[in-house]
């Protein structure tokens, strides 16, 4: 039967639980309301005072396994985490060559669905800017950053989105212009990147 760990509380399942079993006299004792005799007194005290010693000795042994325990997860933990970092250096991703990540990239160009836009909403006072899947595939590692800046040709497509004025705002003024200043600013350096491959755009007013 489950039962609770005396010292975390946590849930022992499938580990019998043994408890000694209590001295003829405790137990004849516990099952009445009637005083010990002082004999008895006396060797009730006595085997309490023994079992305090008992307990303190496998208390400090418990407490030195336990010391034992956690430096064994310790040095498990520290190997789990370096098989998973010698892995991540084996991956086969690492050693693509540029060839065919620009291949890869290349497909991305016709299911990416992200665009240059701010999300300005109608009561917020802190538009989102949001960025095509360009800038956020160079965030993935310095490698494909460096594959991506040495590839004119995924830049070269373009998608800008203005989202519409809040409800009945035709004249609104935006409270935040930075966000929109950003936005232009990526948007030049992607013009930039794109050096002299053509370009192809999609503009979306949403008005």
Known sequence: MPHNCSKCGATCAGIPLVRPAPDPEIKALLS???PPSEAQKAFFRETRRTSESRLADLEARIADAQAKLDGLLQERDSLVWNMQRCTD??????????DVLREIFAHTMRVAKDSYSVNSGMLSSSPLVGVPYQWKLGMVCLNWRHVLLKYPRMWSMIDVTFPPPPFGSWNHKPQNNRPYLVAAGLLAMHIYRSANHPLQHRIDGNT
């Open 32 to 34: 009445t309301n009637l």
């Open 89 to 98: 250096v084996l991956n086969p991703v690492r050693r693509l060559p540029v």
